[in-house]
T-cell receptor, first 113, second 112 residues
Framework: GENVEQHPSTLSVQEGDSAVIKCTYS??????FPWYKQELGKRPQLIID?????GEKKDQRIAVTLNKTAKHFSLHITETQPEDSAVYFC????????????FGAGTRLFVKA | GAGVSQSPRYKVAKRGQDVALRCDPI?????LFWYQQALGQGPEFLTY????????KSGLPSDRFFAERPEGSVSTLKIQRTQQEDSAVYLC??????????FGPGTRLTVL
């Protein structure tokens, strides 16, 4: 089955710097890659997603890139702010009669003011 | 509009008790997902429904876990003979398209 690896597990950056989180997936048939932000004690929130027919997608300060050949995808946050501090999860979804979506283990991002 | 809701928000069960966790998805959402999230971990896939059809239940950890969505809207996750290792937050999510888009607040289950 699908396996999603996420790195780093913890990331600390200074306010205004960029943050990059990387994920790899194992099943080449995966075709949908969402990213979620989860604040302490809250529910995961979808922040951006990308499909396998697209190499890059941007939404204001966040962007995601996908390399299908290497089976890895990354989240980029620019001009980080303290409110960006949270746990971020990547996920990979396989559309075979359903959308079984497997999550990575998460990256705890700290943005220091 | 209303988002995904779950009840109860907190549940304490004695080992061996049966529990039922409810999920009310966003109205009209075809897809419904259940996930289990242990403390400090990522959500683990349990099962997926498309309308009333359970298309994937490969993540259910044992035959003590059972999920249903009989009318294609509200879903219930039932855990029989609860064990301490079942303690976790159970998240429900719904979507009108690919993947889980909107999560509920979760039910925190503690098995004593």
């Amino acid at each position: 089955g699908e396996n999603v690896e996420q790195h780093p597990s913890t990331l600390s950056v200074q306010e205004g710097d960029s943050a990059v989180i990387k994920c790899t997936y194992s099943d080449s048939a995966s075709n949908y890659f969402p990213w979620y932000k989860q604040e302490l004690g809250k529910r995961p929130q979808l922040i951006i997603d990308i499909r396998s027919n697209v190499g890059e997608k941007k939404d204001q300060r966040i962007a995601v890139t996908l390399n299908k050949t290497a089976k890895h995808f990354s989240l980029h946050i620019t001009e980080t702010q303290p409110e960006d501090s949270a746990v971020y999860f990547c996920a990979a979804s396989l559309n075979t009669g359903g959308f079984k979506t497997i999550f990575g283990a998460g990256t705890r991002l700290f943005v220091k003011a | 509009g209303a988002g995904v809701s779950q009840s109860p928000r907190y549940k304490v069960a004695k080992r061996g008790q049966d529990v039922a966790l409810r999920c009310d998805p966003i109205s009209g959402h075809v897809s419904l997902f259940w996930y289990q999230q242990a403390l400090g971990q990522g959500p683990e896939f349990l099962t997926y429904f498309q309308n009333e059809a359970q298309l994937d239940k490969s993540g259910l950890p044992s035959d003590r876990f059972f999920a249903e969505r009989p009318e294609g809207s509200v879903s219930t996750l039932k855990i029989q003979r609860t064990q301490q290792e079942d303690s976790a937050v159970y998240l429900c999510a719904s979507s009108s398209e690919a993947g889980p888009r909107f999560f509920g607040p979760g039910t925190r289950l503690t098995v004593l």
